[in-house]
Antibody, heavy 121, light 106 residues
Framework: QVTLKESGPVLVKSTETLTLTCTVS??????????VSWIRQPPGKALEWLAH???????SYNTSLKSRLTISKDTSKSQVILTMTNMDPVDAATYYC?????????????WGQGTQVTVSS | DIQMTQSPSSLSASVGDGVTITCRAS??????LNWYQQKPGTAPKLLIY???NLQSGVPSRFSGGGSGTHFTLTISSLQPEDFATYYC?????????FGQGTKVEI
């Protein structure tokens, strides 16, 4: 059974760095067919893709947020970590991690439940 | 970056109606187009991948079509559980991008 679960702070302050962890089970982060993305959704707004890490450790980032984002993984712990620096109230959102499956044309076939992040000014 | 544009942004329909949502890409993405359904307070769910392939467990009233830059999601006969927001997403290249969503309301 494939599961992903996000964890991290519920509240951060402006200018602080947000660190989120996605713990996966039911598949390996070293599986060449799988990768993990982070996606966020501000309240009442659309989904926004943030970053992706492939099994070979190749990384990709949202163009406009690239300077603030870092994605990494710890395969032994089955975890994918996202850091976002210099947080601002506009970054308040539900943050999801999702599995990307090359067998599904790189669609996101499994998602975590999401973790809501508030940013205080 | 590839821009994804959905239309309409919202639509009203009744149970039993057929509806079609359109997604356009700013450049050709071949068939690397996926559709998701999201209900309030829950994570998105993959409905269709590779433009026209139904994800396992998704009812056959959902269908997808298109290639290149123009894609459609059709629900043949709306059921009460289908009232939700639908997103398209391109997986042709990184950065990945989503459409702005289409809310299907009663």
């Amino acid at each position: 059974q494939v599961t992903l679960k996000e964890s991290g702070p519920v509240l951060v302050k402006s200018t602080e760095t947000l660190t989120l962890t996605c713990t996966v089970s039911g598949f390996s982060l070293s599986n060449a067919r799988m990768g993990v993305s982070w996606i966020r959704q501000p309240p009442g707004k659309a989904l926004e893709w943030l970053a992706h890490i492939f099994s070979n450790d190749e990384k990709s980032y949202n163009t406009s947020l690239k300077s603030r984002l870092t994605i990494s993984k710890d395969t032994s712990k089955s975890q994918v970590i996202l850091t976002m620096t210099n947080m601002d109230p506009v970054d308040a959102a539900t943050y999801y991690c999702a599995r990307c499956n090359s067998g599904a044309y790189y669609g996101f076939d499994y998602w975590g439940q999401g973790t809501q992040v508030t940013v205080s000014s | 970056d590839i821009q994804m544009t959905q239309s309409p942004s919202s639509l009203s329909a009744s149970v039993g109606d057929g509806v079609t949502i359109t997604c356009r890409a700013s450049q050709s993405i071949s068939s690397y187009l996926n559709w998701y359904q999201q209900k309030p307070g829950t994570a998105p769910k993959l409905l269709i991948y590779a433009a026209s392939n139904l994800q396992s467990g998704v009812p056959s009233r959902f269908s997808g079509g298109g290639s290149g830059t123009h894609f459609t999601l059709t629900i043949s006969s709306l059921q009460p559980e289908d009232f939700a927001t639908y997103y398209c997403q391109q997986s042709y290249t990184t950065p990945r991008t989503f459409g702005q969503g289409t809310k299907v309301e009663i």
